[in-house]
């Protein structure tokens, strides 16, 4: 399937499910119930996880693969917002092209940016780029308020020109839209207690994300993915085996701002605005650790991690006190009480202690992030499988047979280890 | 081709580098001939590694020349110097560690074969059928193919100098250059290695060799400059060398 190695089609297959499916996988509780408040099938939400999952694979494809560890990727997301909504304001409403200019815009931006500071690697290189992070905010904050709207930050008016549109109807506002498909429409599906949401936003934004992660599988498994892996390895072999690296560590920088400006574009094109806070450093960093938690280097891991801390940041942190209470009415008082004081500074404004803490076991445990984890399990459930069926037979007092069950299932155990 | 066995394959010219004050070469003049293994001895600090860096573009010389079939090569970079043929192998073997035996192997012949930079991301690894047999093909060569899916770094240190030497060879350089490929090595290591090396030579490939251990410089080149103090203080067919009372002096550390 697209030319792809059988592993990378079943992963390109099964984020093609989950992404198809993401507004049933999303609401597994049921409306009425107390646990519907974990349901994150919302659009809004489930929006928000496609454009962080753009934005970690993107930066995926520089760090996890180059090893350069950037702090100023949120610049390109805000880059491809601001490019994205000035084509809202001046030519259409037409979210295509808008997010074309969005990530040719940030492209270039990316460009300079990333022929300034790849002169330097390591440590230097971060904080280059960490000063344009800051740069980036206080421009767009302040200095450039004409174009970036300041502090209010922008969005399309109904007095804005327009030139490709036709003329709104009075009272009418100017909707985003694909070739007249209204990005806002949803469609509500019950099922007994179960509310599905179905938003047209979110499928195209869907697809968006399918070719990307369809692009970083091809990136990951050709000649110019394996240059960018030995760029990380050792740098000084790749010199002097006649290979500059400057222009694949700029070419992967600049994809990689690319798939952020392409976030940053989907994001105006389903909400229609714009403020600098979107490129403040603490996004920047916030991509970082999303690729770090769900594993580096890894096809999946980057959106696994997107997921989770926005799954936190928008689920747990709606667990307030009363919510806590709730939970744990059954207990004596002062014993609920306790336990609520003890969990509370966890949840709600507190969930980035909770990610902290589980950011910290991942990278201390878990060096490979979640995608380790889950190879970890798999192996553990495969070898222990093998064993309890080696046992079996040892039982009817078949020595010899079960011997090579066993040999079969560690080296099954092994093969899976290698191979992801 | 009796003619060309007498081509110059890289010759070095008056070459003068200096750090400061410290003079480490002075008037280095050597001329490496089309398929002979030409070997540069000399005490610590006698400028070999100098010499060797000066000549793959790490280090500029402060004054002189270097020529390789006619081509400057002094002030070029590293891998356009490598681009033009010249393959170095390092007293630590510089391989790519996290990588398998496989993948570094291939790197290597990718960059011969496209040369600068290339955004090929629509050719998967696996598409790549002329690189990749290629590739295997010279890990069995090396003795590798038990370990061509593990991780390079993982190897033992014969083994990884074994790949490195199969990584310079697939890229069929012009000029091999060498920097103490036993240096660290058991005995057992050191002989399939000179044995190796023999391999190479009768291909007729062109090497230059910085050795330690006489032993290996006496198996396998055709022919000894020694250098001591940044000059070289003699030249001549290893039995010369070996006869020589003035390289004894410098190998005592009296020359000069």
């Known amino acids: 399937m697209f030319k792809l190695e059988k592993k990378d089609a079943i992963l390109l297959l099964i984020v093609a499910l989950m992404l198809i499916f993401a507004p049933f996988i999303l609401n597994p509780f049921p409306e009425n119930s107390g646990l ?215 070419a992967a920088f600049v994809i990689s701002g690319m798939y952020a400006g392409l976030a940053g574009g989907l994001m105006v094109a389903m909400d229609t605005q714009v403020g600098p806070e979107r490129m403040f450093w603490t996004a920047s960093g916030e991509v970082v650790v999303m690729t770090i938690l769900g594993g580096a280097g890894t096809l999946v891991g980057p959106f696994l991690g997107a997921g989770l801390i926005k799954y936190m940041e928008n689920i747990i942190s709606k667990i307030n006190v009363g919510v806590l209470h709730d939970w744990f009415y059954w207990l004596p008082d002062w014993l609920e009480n306790f336990v609520v004081t003890i969990i509370y500074p966890f949840v709600g404004k507190g969930w980035n202690l909770t990610l902290g803490v589980i950011f910290m076991l991942v990278v201390i445990f878990i060096p490979g992030g979640l995608v380790e984890g889950i190879r970890r399990i798999i192996n553990w459930f495969v070898k222990r499988k093998n064993i309890s069926a080696s046992r079996e037979i040892t039982d009817s007092d078949n020595m010899q047979q079960a011997g090579e069950i066993q040999q079969a299932g560690e080296e099954a155990a092994s093969r899976g280890k290698n191979n992801g | 081709m009796a003619e060309a066995a007498k081509n110059i394959v890289l010759h070095i010219a008056d070459v003068h580098k200096s750090f400061g004050g410290l003079h480490a070469l002075a008037d280095v003049d050597l001329a490496v001939e089309e398929g002979k293994t030409h070997a540069i001895i000399g005490p610590n600090g006698a400028g070999k590694s100098t010499l060797l860096n000066v000549i793959v573009g790490k280090l500029e010389p402060t004054r002189g020349k270097v020529v390789l079939d006619g081509e400057l090569l002094t002030g070029k970079k590293p891998h356009e110097i490598n681009q033009m043929g010249v393959a170095r192998v390092f007293q630590t073997p510089e391989i790519f560690p996290e990588l398998s035996v496989l993948d570094n192997v291939m790197i290597s012949a990718f960059a011969k074969r496209d040369g600068a930079f290339k955004l090929n991301i629509m050719n998967s690894l696996e598409s790549e059928t002329d690189i990749q047999e290629k590739a295997r093909k010279i890990i069995i060569d090396f003795g590798l193919d038990k370990q061509i899916n593990e991780h390079s770094g993982a190897l033992s240190r014969g083994h990884k100098r074994r790949l490195e030497l199969a990584m310079c060879l697939i890229q069929e350089p012009r000029l091999l250059l060498l920097d103490e490929p036993t240096a660290g090595m058991s005995r057992h290591d050191t002989s399939t290695t000179i044995d190796l090396l023999k391999e190479i030579k009768s291909t007729g490939m062109t090497i230059v060799i910085i050795e330690h251990d006489m032993h290996v410089v006496f198996s396998v080149a055709d022919k000894v400059s020694v250098l001591a103090g940044g000059r070289i203080i003699a030249e001549g067919s290893p039995e010369e060398i070996r006869a020589s009372e003035k390289v004894k002096k410098a190998y005592l550390g009296e020359a000069q």
């Open chain 1, 36 to 250: 519907a408040q974990f349901n994150a099938g919302y659009p809004d939400l489930m929006q928000r996880f496609v454009f962080f999952g753009i934005f970690a694979i993107g930066f995926n494809i520089l760090f996890g693969l180059t090893g350069y560890l950037s702090f100023g990727h949120a610049i390109f997301l805000g880059v491809g917002s601001y490019a994205a909504i000035w084509v809202m304001k001046l030519l259409t409403m037409n979210i295509l092209l808008a997010i074309i200019v969005a990530i040719i815009i940030s492209g270039l931006a990316a460009l300079v940016i990333g022929w300034i500071s790849l002169r330097r690697s390591g440590i230097y290189f971060s904080i280059i780029t960490l000063a344009f992070a800051m740069m980036s905010f206080a421009l767009a904050y302040s200095v450039l308020t004409p174009i970036t709207g300041g502090e209010t930050g922008l969005q399309p008016k109904v007095t804005d020109p327009r030139i490709l549109d036709s003329a709104l109807l009075a009272g009418d506002t100017p909707k985003a839209n694909l070739f007249g498909l209204d990005m806002t429409a949803t469609y509500n599906w019950q099922v007994g207690d179960w509310v599905f949401t179905f938003n047209v936003g979110y499928y195209v934004a869907a697809i968006l994300m399918f070719l990307c992660f369809y692009l970083s599988i091809r990136i990951f498994s050709s000649p110019f993915g394996m240059m960018l892996r030995a760029i990380k390895s050792n740098q000084q072999r790749m010199n002097y085996s006649g290979l500059n690296s400057k222009p694949y560590t700029l």
